[in-house]
Structures are given as C-alpha cells and as structure tokens.
C-alpha cells in the first residue's frame, strides 16, 4: 500500500490534516517531487491485489446485498475481472432501489429499553452516544492520535455491542458497530495496519449489509456501504449509495458529507465534468444549510471548508 508515502508526507508536513494550506502542499509535493512519486507508485503497484484480499475476505462470510441486489459468492476469486462484474451486477440494481425509495417509506424505529454497563438506556441513547465516541475518534484520527482514536473505538463496540446483546437485529445499533468499524479501519490504515485495516472493514460492511437485506432504505445503511466503496476508490458507486442515503433522509448532514468527499475523488479522477461539479455544488449547498443546525458533528473548520469549496466551484 502507499503507507510510507502517507509517513513521509506527515513527516514533511505535521499539520497535514489541521491546515489546508499544509494538505495542499503534500498534494503538490505528491505531483513534482520525484521520490515521492516513485514511492507511490510502487505503494500502487500493490493497492489492487490489498483491495482484491478484502472482497475474498467478505466472500468467505457469504455477505448476501440481497437488499442492494447483488451478492458477494463464496467463490470468488482475486480477479480486477470478477470484481468488475460484481460491481455491474451492483449497479444494475441500484436504479430499481432508487425508484423505491421514491414510492416508498422507510418502516418506523422501534426504541427498546435496555441495560448495557448496568444503566437504563434507550437505543436511541445508545446509538447516540456511540456517534459522539466514533465522531471524537475521527477527530483524534485526523490530529494524528491513533492511540487516543483507537480508545474511543473501544468503548464505543463495548456499549453496542452490550445493546446488541439484547436486540440482535437492531437496525440502529448495527449501523453504529458499523460505523465503529469503520473508523476503525481508518485507524488501522493510519497505522500501516494491512490485518486489522481488513478486519474492521469487513465488520463494517458486514454490519451494514445485514441492515439494507431487511431495509433496502435505510440511510444510515446505505452512507455506511457507500463508505466502503470510497475505501475502494470505488467513486461512481459510492455516489450511487451516497445520492439514495440523501434522498432518503435529507436532514443527514453526514450522508451529504461524505457524498462530497466521493464526488471531489470523482472530479479529481474524471476532471471537471459539468455534472459532476453541479452536483457538487448542490451537495455543498445542501451542507451550508444543515452544518449549523449540527454542532454535534461538524466543526467550525468543516463550515468553513464547505464555503470555500463552494467560492472555489463558482469559477469552474
């Protein structure tokens, strides 16, 4: 992987992912700098097999998207052909998912009262104390705390996985370990950790696949698999996922934010395509009005980058 590019861009660049001017500055240096492009390459040469051994791991669990409407056999085999396929299969179906979420609504949450660590709490008390840990670990991922992350982390599986306990199937308390793993693949992949970067995104997609099989319209379902995807540099179908999670709850901040982090990855791959800027937009616009209303998950920081991404749109 491209990890010891990632180190020596931290090593140039200690406020990386705290300063926007030091994170374009590392980009620049990824573009004119002779030995980091030839470590990265080499770090590339390796990403497709690194992404092939993560679809073969959630092949051995028999990870049915009969939900999403496509699945993931058990045997498959490490080949860019046979991933390629299985994406198609994905795509093909996502257009009918769209026209339900159009004709349909979602089923109501039930809230159950449980017991986790000895105190009463409500689901919806758990699943929300649980964002504010995973929320803290990205923010100590971004400063470069992996240990302060990985804490985090840690008590956040231990409360949901005491509510899971009691109530298996809770969609809301899925989607949360989901999210948990998520993150915590993100901590690993920090840390140069191949083994558990793997695990905790197979977790992950494993969580929010059992979800979209019951509820094909779950929001919080579908950001977390567009998240997986984007861990692919899957683009098209991370905006797939990402574009159904927002129409299908338009107050979720988060689902408008990483839809705009798969949609930039686009832009960067595909160039300025006039769509795809227009959507953009549209999805930071979407952002500027919901942010404040927030507090709990973004920062002054995420405003204020929204709003200069947008001055920036305007002249494309």
């Given at each position: 992987m491209a990890t010891p590019v990632f180190d020596e861009l931290q090593h140039r660049y200690p406020k990386l992912f705290l300063v926007p001017k030091e994170a374009e500055k590392a980009a620049k240096a990824l573009s004119t700098d002779k030995a980091l492009v030839k470590m990265l390459n080499k770090g590339f040469a390796n990403l497709e097999s690194g992404q092939d051994e993560i679809l073969a791991l959630l092949a051995k669990q028999n990870l049915t998207l009969e939900a999403i409407g496509t699945s993931?056999?058990?045997?498959?085999?490490k080949s860019g052909r046979q991933l390629d396929t299985a994406f198609e299969k994905l795509a093909t179906r996502l257009d009918k998912l769209e026209l339900m979420l159009k004709t349909s609504?979602?089923?109501?949450?039930?809230?159950?009262?449980i017991?986790?660590?000895?105190?009463?709490?409500?689901?919806?008390?758990v699943v929300n104390q649980v964002f504010a840990y995973q929320t803290?670990?990205?923010?100590?991922?971004?400063?470069?705390?992996?240990s302060a992350a990985s804490q985090r982390l840690a008590d956040g599986r231990t409360l949901v996985e005491?509510?899971?306990?009691?109530?298996?199937?809770?969609?809301?308390?899925?989607?949360?370990?989901g999210y948990i793993e998520k993150t915590q693949a993100q901590e690993a992949q920090i840390r140069g950790d191949h083994e558990n970067y793997v695990a905790a995104l197979e977790k992950a997609a494993t969580c929010f696949a059992n979800v979209l099989r019951r509820d094909p319209m779950d929001a919080g379902a579908l950001n977390g698999m567009a998240n997986v995807y984007l861990f692919y540099r899957d683009?098209?179908?991370a905006i797939k996922l990402g574009m159904l999670a927002a129409q299908s709850a338009p107050s979720y901040g988060q689902?408008?934010?990483?839809?705009?982090?798969?949609?930039?990855g686009k832009l960067k791959e595909a160039g300025p395509k006039k769509s795809l800027i227009?959507?953009?937009k549209k999805t930071y616009q979407q952002l500027e009005l919901l942010m404040p209303q927030q507090p709990e998950a973004f920062t002054a920081s995420d405003f204020a980058h929204v709003q200069k991404r947008l001055r920036a749109l305007q002249v494309l």
């Open positions: 993931v056999d058990d045997g498959f085999t609504s979602a089923p109501a949450k039930t809230t159950h009262v017991s986790p660590r000895a105190a009463r709490l409500s689901t919806q008390q803290d670990a990205m923010r100590w991922i971004f400063a470069g705390d992996a005491a509510a899971l306990k009691q109530y298996p199937e809770n969609a809301q308390l899925l989607v949360s370990l683009y098209d179908r689902a408008f934010w990483d839809l705009a982090i798969s949609l930039e227009a959507q953009l």
